[in-house]
């Protein structure tokens, strides 16, 4: 079904709705090129985090809000971290890929 509205509309420009997603997609293509972004933001949360176990290390609201940014910097690790195994798995399948290809135009120029 969704090969047939392809073709159909092979030829014609964007719709609207499209071109919205094209740029969105870019933006989040930016993001992810950008890795000083991330660790800027990680050493922004870790200096928060000083900062507030300084200022008031006996206050209980202070803990809870250290609580809650080490939270969001275990969040935002994770994710990382899956993003980063994710291009590891796209390598190695690369890789297989790419010996495949050296061993059969090895087996060409052998014959």
Do not use: C, W, Y
Request: hydrophobic residues 40%; aromatic residues 2%.
């Amino acid at each position: 079904m969704v090969d047939v509205e392809v073709q159909k509309k092979a030829g014609f420009s964007l719709q609207p709705e499209e071109e919205q997603l094209r740029v969105q997609l870019e933006s989040i293509q930016q993001e992810l090129n950008a890795p000083n972004l991330f660790k800027g933001r990680l050493s922004e949360m870790l200096s928060l985090i000083r900062m507030q176990s300084l200022a008031e290390p006996g206050n209980n609201s202070a803990t809870q809000m250290e609580s809650g940014v080490l939270a969001s910097i275990h969040s935002h690790l994770t994710r990382q971290q899956d993003g980063i195994s994710h291009l590891l798995d796209i390598i190695r399948d690369d890789l297989q890929h790419l010996e495949i290809i050296k061993q059969g135009l090895q087996e060409k120029v052998a014959a």
